[in-house]
């Protein structure tokens, strides 16, 4: 067996990330802001509700639970939209550093960070300009 010499330049090399400390890091940067967008969105806003209610004239039991999943509701909407503008740049940044798209994507579904292509909600991922 022949001694193959490396032809990678050092700093090329020291570029390349592996899959999963892109998938590490896109948890960090992608997933955990999400839930503390929900928790803490969703929390304000039934803490709100929860004070608030006593004010307010009369309601049927069913609208204290209904008003109770308006801030669910927006925290998701919020974590949401943080996910669909988050995703793109993470991806981009994985890619960028040497991460392999195939496997990049195919782990980011199995740790849910991603959605699995063609499904409508990856299609709700924000647009990068080229």
Do not use: C, Y
Request: proline residues 8%; without cysteine.
């Amino acid at each position: 067996m022949k001694n193959i010499p490396n032809t990678q330049l050092p700093s090329e090399s020291s570029t390349n990330i592996g899959v999963g400390k892109a998938i590490l890091i896109g948890q960090l940067v992608v997933n955990i802001p999400v839930f503390i967008i929900i928790l803490s969105v969703s929390g304000i806003g039934i803490l709100v509700t929860l004070v608030s209610f006593p004010m307010i004239p009369p309601l049927p039991k069913w609208a204290f639970f209904l008003v109770l999943i308006i801030p669910v509701i927006i925290g998701t909407a919020a974590g949401w939209l943080w996910w669909s503008f988050s995703v793109p740049h993470w991806r981009r940044w994985a890619l960028q550093n040497g991460a392999p798209e195939d496997k990049l994507q195919k782990w980011a579904v199995i740790t849910g960070l991603v959605w699995p292509k063609g499904w409508i909600f990856e299609k709700t991922e924000f647009k990068l300009k080229e």
